[in-house]
């Protein structure tokens, strides 16, 4: 089973990189909407005055690709 899969592998790369791709337009497009405005007050609700930035956000590339993901 796993000497099958090894062998489709290269099949799938290229559907892989392509998945990769629109990940990265849609982490970058939500980065430019979203990046230093979703901020949590002390409640778990959504802020605009004195609250901290959420971890799972739009503020750098890898956050915002997990979150996509």
């Known amino acids: 089973m796993v000497d099958s899969q ?3 592998l290269p099949v799938f790369l290229p559907y892989l990189a392509l998945l990769m791709f629109i990940f990265y337009i849609f ?11 979703i901020k949590i007050d002390g409640n778990g609700l959504l802020s605009e005055d004195d609250a901290d930035l ?11 690709m997990i979150t996509i993901f």
């Open 6 to 8: 090894l062998r489709t």
């Open 27 to 37: 982490a970058l497009i939500g980065m430019s909407f979203f990046a230093g405005k």
């Open 54 to 64: 959420v971890r799972e956000g739009y503020d750098n590339l890898g956050m915002a």
